[in-house]
């Protein structure tokens, strides 16, 4: 499978900003959706959003205005440029790729699927 590793996580204040990373192992990272992921502290998995082969993309409502998602297929990853921070953005960011659209906006990968995610923590 893909191996994916997620970069950029730090701790930060309520209303700051960072910027993750997402590197894919995969010769076809052209052809991919490439989706972001987050766990919350009741482990539950949260989509985030997805870049699409043609560059659209896909967010969820809480983020919609303050994350952008963006890819980079020459060096075959991702960013999740997030602004305005809330103490709820909380958790370990991952990402993951597929294809498929609708099995990255479902977050239908098996458990061993996921790389080791990048821990976002905002400080109120």
């Known amino acids: 499978q893909v191996q994916l590793v997620e970069s950029g996580g730090d701790l930060v204040p309520v209303g700051g900003s960072l910027t993750l990373s997402c590197t894919l192992s995969?010769?076809?990272?052209?052809?991919?959706?490439v989706g972001w992921f987050r766990q919350a502290p009741d482990l539950t998995r949260e989509f985030i959003g997805l870049?699409?082969?043609?560059?659209?993309?896909t967010y969820t409502d809480s983020v919609r205005g303050r994350f952008t998602i963006s890819r980079d297929n020459a060096k075959n990853s991702i960013y999740l440029q997030m602004i305005n921070l809330k103490p709820e953005d909380t958790g370990v960011y991952y990402c993951?790729?597929?294809?498929?659209?609708?099995?990255?906006?479902?977050?239908?990968?098996?458990?061993?699927?996921w790389g080791q995610g990048t821990r976002v923590t905002v400080s109120a």
């Open positions: 870049i699409s082969p043609r560059f659209g993309v």
């Open positions: 995969e010769n076809d990272f052209d052809s991919l959706h």
């Open positions: 993951n790729a597929d294809p498929n659209k609708a099995t990255v906006l479902f977050g239908r990968f098996n458990a061993d699927s």
